[in-house]
């Protein structure tokens, strides 16, 4: 949120939401792969679904917090004077789940032969 909200000003919406997005990628991959699912070993595999998986999470986030800033306002005028942090919000929870059930049955699934 905090490379959002610095770069929201001088870039706009979109700009700055792509940019806080893959940020964030790069501190995912290393915080999922040795912390959340353990996955210790280097493999090429996981780097080249990683990317894909972040890819189209991607594009659901900066469509989901473009639709969220132009369709909120309609909605609720009340809403207007938070449009950016509401898409912001709500384009993290989509993407954060998405890349979650990702990472876990499809990067970083772990093979039967190798939990037993």
């Known amino acids: ?13 979109d700009p700055a939401k792509a940019i806080s997005f893959l940020t964030a990628c790069c501190v995912a991959y ?9 996955a210790h070993a280097h493999s090429w595999s996981e780097i080249s679904k990683f990317i894909g998986l972040y ?7 900066v469509a989901v917090n473009q ?8 909605l609720s005028p009340a809403l207007k004077p938070y449009i950016y942090q509401l898409g912001w919000l709500t384009a993290t929870g989509v993407s954060t789940i998405l ?10 699934r772990k093979n ?5």
Not at 1 to 13: C, E, I, S, V
Not at 55 to 61: D, G, K, Q
């Open 1 to 13: 949120m905090a490379t959002y909200a610095l770069l929201l000003g001088p870039l706009g919406p």
């Open 30 to 38: 290393l915080l999922n792969k040795f912390w959340t699912f353990k």
């Open 55 to 61: 890819s189209a999470t991607f594009v659901a986030n």
């Open 67 to 74: 639709i969220v800033i132009t369709v909120a306002p309609q």
């Open 99 to 108: 890349n979650y059930l990702g990472q876990k049955f499809w990067v970083f």
């Open 112 to 116: 039967s032969a190798e939990s037993q």
